[in-house]
Nanobody
Framework: QAQLVESGGGLVQAGGSLRLSCAAS????????MGWFRQAPGKEREFVAA???????YYADSVKGRFAISRDKDKNTVSLRMDSLKSDDTAVYYC???????????????????????WGQGTQVTVSS
């Protein structure tokens, strides 16, 4: 069974950095678009970043310039580097994968959580001010 497992969350001071990892197992995800979403307490889950099959990257405006998504197809992993963290970044972060799609997809497709069919269990990121 295909699974995604996130790691790397924790407590960090504002201005600090964290690197989240998402390890895929059960199948290869090299032919899938991969995304990161987050959910803060009392808020809806929101899009953070995505990387497509050919390696194009997309970011929410709130994290652009601070976060970087990458993937290692050989290791079947996706990472999210988070710099200049703010208290507003506090949330549970989820890794997710779409079904196999056309080679190129729209940014709106990637930013929509209903586009994703496989989800990890989430990892907590807490930024203290």
């Amino acid at each position: 069974q295909a699974q995604l497992v996130e790691s790397g969350g924790g407590l960090v001071q504002a201005g600090g950095s964290l690197r989240l990892s998402c390890a895929a197992s059960g199948r290869t995800f090299s032919d899938r678009n991969m995304g990161w979403f987050r959910q803060a307490p009392g808020k809806e889950r929101e899009f953070v970043a995505a990387i497509t099959r050919p390696g194009d990257t997309y970011y929410a405006d709130s994290v652009k310039g601070r976060f970087a998504i990458s993937r290692d197809k050989d290791k079947n992993t996706v990472s999210l580097r988070m710099d200049s963290l703010k208290s507003d970044d506090t949330a549970v972060y989820y890794c997710a994968a779409t079904p196999r799609t056309a080679y190129y997809v729209s940014s709106s497709y990637l930013a929509t959580q209903e586009s994703y069919v496989t989800w990890g269990q989430g990892t907590q990121v807490t930024v203290s001010s």
